[in-house]
């Protein structure tokens, strides 16, 4: 009769999914802090850079997901718009005025929305399912 000798090698598979993934999920990531910091650029939202230089990105290797976003205040207003630009009409309907940095008064009604982050993640997802792809396959 045969010896027969199983190898039970179901760890390392296991270790080389799990860094394939995350390394997908990096890659994924990568694209779309590129795309984000694209689309404040193009939308000419640029004063000092601080928005588009905050923009990044986090690999949450329990949830197999990636996430974009900026730890800056104001980018909510950049996103989601402001005064009667605001989605939803829920902002300002009334003009108002501010002083700059340059002490300098302007009236605004506010600003539109450029869903930097939204677009970002939400209008690119053929290029990351073949990132996803690419690295899942070792290319």
Do not use: C
């Not at 000092?48 to 197999?64: F, K, P, W």
């Not at 976003?69 to 501010?98: C, F, K, M």
């Amino acid at each position: 009769m045969a010896d027969v000798k199983f190898i039970d090698n179901s760890d390392e598979v296991l270790d080389a999914m799990t860094e394939a993934i995350r390394a997908s999920l990096e890659a994924v990531g990568q694209q779309a802090v590129s795309h984000a910091k694209q689309n404040i650029t193009q939308a000419g939202r640029v004063d000092t850079g601080a928005l588009r230089n905050s923009v990044s990105h986090q690999v949450e290797m329990g949830e197999d997901a990636v996430y974009i976003g900026t730890n800056q205040d104001y980018a909510v207003y950049h996103e989601l718009g402001t005064g009667i630009y605001t989605e939803g009409g829920r902002g300002r309907q009334t003009p108002w005025s501010y002083r700059d940095a340059k002490g300098e008064w302007h009236r605004t009604r506010g600003i539109r929305p450029i869903h930097f982050l939204k677009n970002a993640a939400a209008n690119h997802t053929d290029e990351y399912i073949r990132i996803i792809e690419q690295t899942m396959k070792g290319k």
